[in-house]
């Protein structure tokens, strides 16, 4: 049975954030502000580690699948990897944790 099934749904609330695509493990063991590089975050990525956006003020927001089983997100983040981006979705909050199902994603025309 479905976790959600047990524990009811959990509530979402559709936001954009902005901030930079990078490997997961960088932005928690190297406490980066933003990516070393582009290749650096593509190369994490083709080795298998998942993408994250890390926004400005250090909110980690975890790209999911909002389907069950769920389905890794590289292939939507790839073409984005050391960029700054604006993405928006369903944000879903739990444990300090935070996770975005993206339905648009874009470079940011912001200046970086």
Not at 10 to 35: H, M, N, R
Request: charged fraction near 15%; glycine fraction near 8%.
């Amino acid at each position: 049975m479905c976790a959600a099934a047990l524990w009811g749904a959990a509530t979402a609330k559709t936001e954009t954030v902005q901030g930079y695509v990078l490997d997961s493990a960088c932005a928690f063991t190297k406490g980066l502000a933003k990516p070393i590089s582009s290749d650096c975050a593509t190369a994490c990525a083709k080795a298998g580690s998942p993408l994250v956006i890390l926004t400005a003020n250090g909110t980690i927001y975890w790209p999911i699948a909002d389907t069950t089983p769920s389905s890794g997100q590289n292939d939507k983040l790839l073409p984005f990897a050391g960029q700054k981006v604006t993405a928006t979705g369903k944000v879903y909050e739990r444990g300090g944790s935070h996770a975005l199902v993206i339905e648009k994603i874009a470079a940011s025309t912001e200046a970086k």
